[in-house]
């Protein structure tokens, strides 16, 4: 009989994963202390956007497959393997990861274990957590020593999670015994039939993993930003220079984006937690090396609004702005650590006049950033505008017809804070164009508005 499993955190690691494995042909109860949410999902509604995701949720709900609740007890007598995905935020102080919620998830489930069963870990955590938590659930569970404990990091990405989930590129789970081994491949045995490499390690490996995977990601966009800061400094081409090492396949093509820099809920986060348990560790060269990741990404944000002041001519104050996206990347209404939010806000304190437009994330944007103002349509955020900055490459944008546009504006100036545009097409339009890391564009069409800089 396939084990029947639980997911213990149902936000969106917990309620991908636990539709994915309802996909995956298990029974499963998903769990979380929110009951409205619990409520929703029960439902089938997905509180977040996610593609395809909605889709799941309603059809394994509908079947009886998938189930929640907020009753630890009733996760404990159903399950024999619980899944934790509960969040683990950075808590306010040195930017290490608070692992509040991992130990009250722990706690609540633990005196509920009476029988045989594996916990497995799939939340981001600093390195050493898990054999921590082993002595808490064997301390705390009436079923002592016979409960087990596993890490299996995720990798997910927003707007690509339930590919991510149903196709990852590889499976890492951190074990202590065959038995948690043994039952994880049964657990993702249809995945691992297609081809997906499963690797199996101990624990303190299988956590360094992710931290590692999402270190190396940002390291790859702070790389390149660093580059784009000496490509202005010497009048080169971030995007052919990106382009041109990209064809070497040890180094890649991908992530070598230079713009405004990276945000998110779990790059800059998994940055600083990483940074703080290497120098717990007395690892100060991978401390050191993290903190030049971080603070090269944030350098970009701050390069990205001198850019504009200068376009300018020196002052935002009193300019109208257009600002191009709010979400931290395309494809998703998650504001969360967003460039494109920061600049705007940043922008907006220096007494410009902020109108931000983003196709799916203006409603969270509204509620992180009460004081900027929202446009719904991109023709009446750039309206009237003094410059018009691209910080989030949705399609929508790098489809938009730069003439058109032109006409819209007050002054056609643009700042692309993601490369995303055709520089050329637009400064055929009439726009002055700058990016990160690339040569100013002057717009080709002379244009004699009286304030152009
Ligand atoms: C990331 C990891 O990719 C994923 O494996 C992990 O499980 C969770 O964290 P996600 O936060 O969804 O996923 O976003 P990702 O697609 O990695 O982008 C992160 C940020 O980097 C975005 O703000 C994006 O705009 C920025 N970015 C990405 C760049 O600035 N340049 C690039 O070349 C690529």
């Not at 993702?188 to 995977?213: H, S, W």
């Not at 009193?318 to 709010?326: K, Y």
């Amino acid at each position: 009989m396939k084990p029947k499993i639980s997911v213990l955190g149902t936000g969106y690691l917990g309620a991908t994963h636990a539709a994915g494995l309802a996909e995956m042909g298990f029974e499963v109860i998903g769990l979380d202390v929110d009951a409205e949410k619990i409520a929703k999902l029960a439902r089938g509604e997905v509180p977040f956007h996610e593609p395809g995701l909605g889709a799941l949720m309603r059809t394994h709900t509908a079947s009886g497959r998938l189930r929640f609740t907020t009753d630890y007890a009733q996760a404990a007598a159903f399950a024999d393997i619980h899944f934790l995905a509960v969040g683990t935020p950075q808590s306010a102080d040195d930017g290490a990861a608070d692992l509040r919620y991992v130990d009250a998830a722990i706690d609540a489930l633990a005196p509920h274990l009476t029988r045989p069963c594996l916990v497995v870990g799939k939340s981001t955590v600093p390195v050493g957590t898990a054999a921590r938590l082993v002595d808490r659930l064997v301390s705390l569970a009436p079923a002592g020593g016979t409960v087990d404990l596993a890490w299996n990091p995720e990798f997910l990405r927003e707007g690509h999670a339930v590919d991510d989930t149903l196709r990852p590129d590889r499976i890492v789970v951190g074990v202590r015994s065959d038995i948690a081994e043994k039952l994880l491949r049964e657990v993702y045995a249809g995945i691992v039939e297609r081809g997906t490499p499963f690797l199996v390690t101990d624990l303190a490996t299988a956590e360094l993993v992710k931290t590692a995977a999402n270190s190396f990601l940002a390291t790859k966009i702070s790389f390149i930003n660093a580059m784009a800061e000496l490509c202005e400094a010497t009048g080169g081409d971030v995007t052919t220079l990106a382009r041109a090492i990209g064809h070497d396949a040890r180094i890649g093509p991908r992530f070598l984006n230079a713009g405004v820099g990276f945000g998110g809920g779990c790059l800059p986060k998994d940055v600083r937690a990483f940074r703080a348990r290497a120098r717990q560790l007395g690892g100060e060269g991978a401390a050191a090396l993290l903190s030049q990741v971080d603070a090269i990404n944030l350098r970009a944000r701050d390069r990205v609004l001198d850019m504009a002041r200068d376009t300018l001519g020196g002052e935002l104050a009193g300019r109208r702005i257009a600002v191009l996206g709010a979400a931290f990347k395309p494809d998703t209404d998650d504001v969360r650590d967003s460039p494109a939010l920061d600049v705007a806000a940043r922008a907006a304190r220096a007494g410009a006049e902020v109108v931000v437009y983003d196709p799916m994330a203006a409603g969270a944007g509204a509620v992180a950033r009460p004081e900027l103002d929202f446009a719904t349509s991109l023709e009446s955020a750039v309206t009237g505008a003094d410059l018009v900055m691209l910080l989030t490459e949705w399609e929508e944008f790098r489809l938009a017809d730069p003439r058109r546009l032109a006409t819209l504006v007050r002054t056609p100036r643009l700042v692309d804070g993601r490369n995303a545009l055709d520089h050329q097409a637009w400064a055929a339009a009439g726009w002055s164009v700058r990016a990160p890391g690339r040569a100013p564009l002057a717009g080709q069409i002379p244009f004699d508005a009286p304030e152009a800089a």
